[in-house]
């Protein structure tokens, strides 16, 4: 279910994934809440393109630590790639 980052305390929330469509961020959100998974998402920048590097807006998912591994099966039984970068790779 979606969560303000507030409802989750002072816990360091784990970056899930980046959907850069729009189509793929109503998809994810509404896979999460489907299996009743708590996640928060912000929007904010990347850096993409491969000739021309540019910054760009995407949809940045967050969960729990404890329902992140929960959270990539889900995510990998459905289709999405998962995320596995560092959190201050953004």
Known sequence: MKRE???FGDAQLD???IAKKLRDALR???LLTGQGI??????DEYV????????RVGAFFYVHPDALERARTVMGENGFRVY???QDDR
């Open 5 to 7: 980052a507030a409802w």
């Open 15 to 17: 970056l899930l994934y």
């Open 28 to 30: 994810l959100e509404d």
């Open 38 to 43: 708590d996640y928060a998402v912000e929007t």
């Open 48 to 55: 993409g393109g491969v000739l021309f590097r540019s910054a």
């Open 84 to 86: 596995e970068g560092r």
